[in-house]
């Protein structure tokens, strides 16, 4: 090719990828997102009156016993990078107790991400002490004996790392003779390594780690099937690409952001399998209540006797919580949820203080009583009102529109939907038990989006036709009441996604659409609902993300996973359509582990089982187990590797690369907001 096709060539390319950015309006900020329109100032302003923000209790509880505070928190990586930044959320500022709130955030929401802003050290009681802010979620010490008992060693390696160094500063230097994972949320086992980085290995070989019965299998499996889906929709619900500011992210609700640095996971040392079970941890009695199937598949709370301590784990919380996440996961049981919450109530009647995996503690045992049956009432409120709407014929959309908490309930603060929502979990609890069908035969079998969508437009004139009338109800939306002015957006949210599902390069579709979703972003108290419309106004904007999220982060964790799950998760990448008529025997031999597996594929399904070595295949594979992890995370590729020293292959090494040529390498960044 001549010189200046290449140029002509690049210019095309350059432009095209213009094309699919869209031109900012006169007063946007730097990402694109528009000003609060009339009817989202008055929405805003309207919440004040909802809710009674003159009681400042839990500031005081946020604040009460601070021993040190980092004012420049930031924690970087070993390569620099930024992964946790307390002073980029110091402009949500809550201005006291008249509720005061930039008009293109939620006052309610704009109150909660200033409470979750109080960080540092604090002393829960004698005993007790908590670092806040350093992570997503809290790590709680315990005074033993002889040295610390932690709870919950936050994400990533470097952020409980740095958690740590905090705390020995200021309370002295102490070995670390247990953790305590609460949960199988990553967000309270991965920063476990940064743990370790602070122990002395005569320390490590003594050191006790205590998880609930299930917690290995649910910390390697939740994620390592549908992670993929999971990652790219975690990045709309945590609002990765948001900026912080005003018009941008403001925190998630259950506290600032998920830390994305290194993850890790070593194996409990004791599991608790029963409520009723007691530990003595270096000195100190725990009573433990074993919750699976709550907040997460594997967990447990705690009670400390001698303190009359109450750990609620993430079973409770100061805000309701998913029974349906929207970064997608299987839908929580509301009722055996609740019904926990009540036996705590009786367990540990007489806890006189109260802290959790998240959010700040409660002192006071009529406090604690009541904000327990109150969390409880909540969720068997939205299960049980859910349930008697679906039996009266309701669909999920009107069950959601329909269900509101009582007052009695809904004066507390810490049961409004700042993480779940009571719209979206009314609809986990109708998803629970009748699924996605309504049984509408209108929702039996629709056209996929796009075709349905390019026969909208039609049907309706065209897309210009629809864009002007789109862009004549919007202007209207901003001086009409609050009520229709909601309304109306999210029936431009409806009618717009169909034009840019039809036309995806409209810009004019696409630019009104990002003004929608600007506003119902403003108004939503839930953080994950504002970072999931402000998300998709950034996306449609300045397009989908290069890449998906990068697995290595994800070696520590896959390191333990079983290498079954492995297997389970190669299986539902095969692309069965290429794998018609295909007949493969593969045998993977794991040379450290002592251990082979056969891989069979037929009729384009991909099923494994453990074998003898001395089992037969058209190939087979020797390799180590940490080698396969760096092929599934991408830091050794499949041809280089098959090739290199570290793996060594009998049989048909043909049959080995078409067998792995049917294996989908999907890269997480797909589409959401366009076709
Ligand atoms: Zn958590």
């Known amino acids: 090719m001549r010189p200046n096709y290449l140029f002509a060539l690049f210019l095309l390319l350059s432009l095209s990828a213009c094309d699919n950015t869209l031109q900012h309006e006169a007063g946007s900020d730097a990402n694109g997102h528009t000003a609060p329109t009339a009817v989202t100032i008055k929405a805003n302003q309207a919440v004040l009156d909802k809710r009674p923000f003159s009681n400042i209790d839990d500031f005081e509880d946020a604040k009460k016993g601070l021993?040190?505070?980092?004012?420049?928190?930031?924690?970087?990586?070993?390569?620099?990078?930024?992964?946790?930044?307390?002073?980029?959320?110091?402009?949500?500022?809550?201005?006291?107790?008249?509720?005061?709130?930039?008009?293109?955030?939620?006052?309610?929401?704009?109150?909660?991400?200033?409470?979750?802003?109080?960080?540092?050290?604090?002393?829960?009681?004698?005993?007790?002490?908590?670092?806040?802010?350093y992570d997503l979620a809290n790590m709680t010490i315990i005074e033993g004996d002889s040295g610390w008992i932690l709870v919950d060693p936050l994400t990533a390696k470097e952020t409980a790392d740095k958690a740590l160094n905090f705390a020995q500063k200021h309370l002295g230097e102490k070995p670390i003779v247990a953790v305590i994972y609460t949960h199988s949320h990553i967000d309270h086992f991965g920063g476990i390594e940064g743990i370790l980085a602070n122990m002395s290995e005569a320390e490590h070989k003594k050191l006790r780690i205590i998880a609930p019965k299930g917690?290995?299998?649910?910390?390697?499996?939740?994620?390592?099937?549908?992670?993929?889906?999971?990652?790219?929709?975690?990045?709309?619900?945590?609002?990765?690409?948001?900026?912080?500011?005003?018009?941008?992210?403001?925190g998630t609700g259950l506290g600032k952001s998920p830390a994305f640095g290194r993850f890790s996971l070593l194996s409990p040392t004791e599991t608790v399998a029963e409520t009723g079970t007691t530990l003595n941890i270096d000195g100190v009695p725990f009573e433990f209540q074993y919750v699976p199937d709550s907040e997460a598949p594997a967990e447990m709370t705690f009670y400390l006797p001698e303190h009359k301590a109450f750990c609620g784990a993430e079973m409770l919380s100061r805000t309701m919580h998913n029974l349906y996440t929207l970064r997608g996961a299987k839908v929580r049981d509301a009722n055996l949820w609740s019904s926990y919450i009540e036996e705590a109530k009786t367990l540990f009647a007489d806890s006189e203080i109260y802290f959790g995996s998240h959010h700040w503690p409660i002192w006071g045992k009529n406090n604690i009583q009541t904000f327990l049956t109150q969390q409880s009432d909540t969720y068997k409120y939205i299960h049980d009102q859910s349930v008697r709407l679906f039996n009266n014929g309701y669909t999920p959309n009107e069950i959601a529109e329909e269900v509101v908490l009582p007052q009695s309930l809904n004066t507390a603060f810490h049961n409004q939907g700042y993480y779940g929502t009571v719209k979206h979990n009314a609809k986990a609890v109708?998803?629970?038990?009748?699924?996605?069908?309504?049984?509408?035969?209108?929702?039996?079998?629709?056209?996929?989006?796009?075709?349905?969508?390019?026969?909208?437009?039609?049907?309706?004139?065209?897309?210009?036709?629809?864009?002007?009338k789109a862009q004549t109800a919007f202007d209207k939306a901003a001086n009409v009441s609050v009520e229709e002015g909601i309304q109306t957006y999210r029936w431009l949210a409806e009618l717009l996604n169909?034009?840019?599902?039809?036309?995806?390069?409209?810009?004019?579709?696409?630019?009104?659409?990002?003004?929608?979703?600007?506003?119902?972003?403003?108004?939503?108290?839930?953080?994950?609902?504002?970072?999931?419309?402000?998300?998709?106004?950034?996306?449609?904007?300045?397009?989908?993300?290069?890449?998906?999220?990068?697995?290595?982060?994800?070696?520590?964790?896959?390191?333990?996973?079983?290498?079954?799950?492995?297997?389970?998760?190669m299986a539902v990448r095969l692309n069965g359509p290429k794998a018609e008529g295909k007949k493969i025997t593969i045998k993977i031999v794991f040379t450290d582990l002592n251990e082979s597996y056969l891989l069979t594929l037929n009729n384009s399904v991909l099923r494994h089982k453990k074998v003898a070595?001395?089992?037969?295949?058209?190939?087979?594979?020797?390799?180590?187990q940490p080698l396969l992890v760096d092929i599934i995370t991408g830091k050794?590729?499949?041809?280089?590797?098959?090739?290199?020293?570290?793996?060594?292959?009998?049989?048909?090494?043909?049959?080995?690369?078409?067998?792995?040529?049917?294996?989908?390498k999907p890269k997480g960044n797909f589409n959401i907001v366009s076709p």
């Open 636 to 664: 050794a590729g499949i041809k280089d590797t098959l090739f290199g020293d570290d793996l060594s292959v009998d049989g048909s090494k043909l049959d080995l690369i078409s067998f792995f040529s049917f294996l989908d």
């Open 498 to 569: 169909h034009a840019v599902f039809a036309h995806p390069n409209n810009a004019p579709a696409k630019g009104l659409l990002a003004k929608v979703y600007d506003q119902l972003g403003y108004q939503a108290e839930s953080a994950p609902w504002r970072d999931v419309y402000l998300t998709g106004a950034y996306e449609l904007r300045s397009g989908a993300p290069e890449n998906g999220i990068d697995m290595a982060i994800m070696e520590g964790v896959l390191l333990k996973t079983p290498v079954d799950n492995f297997f389970d998760s």
């Open 430 to 468: 109708y998803q629970a038990y009748l699924g996605w069908y309504t049984a509408n035969p209108a929702k039996l079998d629709p056209l996929p989006e796009t075709q349905a969508a390019k026969r909208y437009m039609e049907m309706m004139g065209g897309v210009e036709n629809v864009v002007e």
């Open 613 to 624: 070595m001395t089992a037969q295949a058209n190939a087979t594979l020797n390799l180590t």
């Open 215 to 250: 917690f290995m299998q649910e910390a390697t499996s939740e994620n390592i099937i549908a992670g993929i889906a999971m990652g790219r929709r975690a990045s709309y619900m945590y609002g990765r690409s948001l900026s912080r500011n005003e018009r941008g992210h403001v």
């Open 67 to 133: 021993i040190a505070q980092d004012k420049s928190l930031i924690t970087t990586d070993n390569d620099g990078n930024i992964i946790w930044d307390m002073p980029s959320y110091d402009f949500v500022d809550f201005k006291g107790n008249d509720g005061a709130a930039p008009s293109s955030v939620n006052p309610s929401l704009w109150r909660q991400a200033s409470l979750n802003n109080i960080h540092g050290l604090f002393k829960v009681s004698e005993g007790i002490y908590q670092l806040r802010g």
